[in-house]
């Protein structure tokens, strides 16, 4: 019965261990932009996105930001929330809508998809306010259509959650000088 005890003591030590290691945000080449673990950045959202330097990170949405001309959007001051999507995202999107290349699309239907990335408010979900999980709140972008934002138990951002087509941000909370950067896997739309 002991030895029963031990075991059964020693697999729960192992898997809480385990647990707890899968709910630690990997670094993904991003973590050297941010000092400690506050995830405040040094600089605008647009110095985030021109500064990124993995080699499969942010360089189609530096692209889709120069052709589209919205550096300004990114530089100013907050507060506001911003949706970047990485290059697989963009890959995605490209390859789903039959475009070649990010200079195919055309520049308003690109714009508008930019737009719709940035929020014209901020979502941190460390702030107290947004404590309850699964709670989409309705935000105004860029663009008319609105965007939902929320988080679930693991404090993962959910963007349009409670709609037909919701998405899990691959990396969040990361604060530079105008407001707040959610890293997106995906290039993110609303469809009620």
């Known amino acids: 019965d002991i030895h029963f005890r031990m075991r059964a003591a020693g697999t729960i030590i192992v898997a809480l261990v385990l647990s707890l290691n899968s709910c630690i945000q990997e670094s993904f080449d991003y973590e050297p932009s941010t000092t400690s673990e506050t995830g405040k950045y040094n600089g605008t ?8 330097k993995a080699v499969d990170s942010l360089s189609l949405m530096k692209e889709a930001i120069t052709l589209t001309g919205l550096q300004t959007l990114y530089s100013q001051a907050g ?71 929320s988080h679930n138990s693991n404090f993962q951002v959910m963007v349009n959650y409670g709609t037909k087509k919701s998405f899990v941000i691959y990396l969040s909370n990361i604060r530079p000088t105008n407001g707040i950067i959610h890293v997106s896997s995906d290039v993110v739309y609303y469809l009620p």
Not at 45 to 52: H, I
Not at 90 to 117: E, I
Not at 123 to 140: A, L, S
């Open 79 to 149: 507060p506001r929330t911003f949706i970047i999507p990485r290059n697989p995202a963009f890959r995605t999107y490209l390859k789903n809508n039959k475009y070649a290349s990010l200079a195919a699309v055309p520049l308003a239907t690109l714009t508008d998809v930019l737009k719709y990335h940035i929020v014209k408010a901020t979502y941190y979900t460390h702030d107290v306010q947004f404590i309850k999980n699964d709670n989409p709140i309705q935000y105004q972008t860029e663009t008319t259509t609105p965007i939902f934002l």
């Open 45 to 52: 959202a647009l110095d985030f996105v021109n500064n990124a």
